[in-house]
């Protein structure tokens, strides 16, 4: 099965400051990586996927590239802010299998 | 639209009694999932539907475990009986048909097993 780690556990940085998230995934296979967003007591939710046909993506103040060589994408937040404080996690899936993997979360908290 | 709906938010149970979940996904949903989250950790799968047929059952411990989806909507997930590793959370999600885009989750039942 997949094997999906992420790094780092924890990160806190200054309001306004960049962040930063890797993903390293196993299974060759997979073909689509999200990245997801989970506030306390409420479900996971998705903030930006990309496809394996494409090495980068950007929304706004985040962005996600994707290293499928390496097996690994990472998530790229900007000019972060108090809002952004929560658990993310990356959970890359192949398309054919249709169940998410997600790794163990990172902590991101953006002192004001 | 509306998103997926899952009952209770909370529940207190004690050891080897038995309980179980509820969960409406988005209509038009095909694929529903049942994730257990447990504190600190990320997501991890227990089963997934398929309209009303079990695609992946391969981590639902199924001595205890149990879950349907009778008519190809709702979802039911019970534990029988409880022990302390299963306070959790467990979250449900469903998805479209297609190629996985549109995963949305609920937001949960928190289990505490005492």
């Known amino acids: 099965g997949e094997n999906v780690e992420q790094h780092p556990s924890t990160l806190s940085v200054q309001e306004g400051d960049s962040a930063v998230i890797k993903c390293t995934y196993s299974?060759?296979?997979?073909?689509?990586f999200p990245w997801y967003k989970q506030e306390l007591g409420k479900g996971p939710q998705l903030i930006i996927d990309i496809r394996s046909n494409v090495g980068e993506k950007k929304d706004q103040r985040i962005a996600v590239t994707l290293n499928k060589t390496a097996k690994h994408f990472s998530l790229h937040i900007t000019e972060t802010q108090p809002e952004d404080s929560a658990v993310y996690f990356c959970?890359?899936?192949?398309?054919?299998?249709?169940?998410?993997?997600f790794g163990s979360g990172t902590r991101l908290q953006v002192q004001p | 639209e509306a998103g997926v709906a899952q009952s209770p938010r909370y529940k207190i149970i004690e050891k080897r009694q038995s309980v179980a979940f509820w969960c409406n996904p988005i209509?038009?949903?095909?694929?529903l999932y049942w994730y257990q989250q447990i504190l600190g950790q990320g997501p991890k799968l227990l089963i997934q539907?398929?309209?009303?047929?079990?695609?992946?059952d391969s981590q639902l411990p199924k001595d205890r475990f149990s879950a349907e989806r009778l008519k190809g909507v709702d979802s039911t997930l019970k534990i029988q009986p409880a022990k302390l590793e299963d306070s959790a959370v467990y979250l449900c999600a469903s998805s479209p048909p297609g190629t996985g885009k549109g995963y949305t989750f609920g937001s949960g039942t928190r289990l505490t097993v005492v």
């Open positions: 539907f398929q309209n009303n047929g079990v695609v992946d």
């Open positions: 209509s038009g949903h095909a694929t």
């Open positions: 959970a890359p899936m192949d398309t054919g299998r249709r169940a998410l993997t």
């Open positions: 299974d060759s296979a997979s073909n689509y």
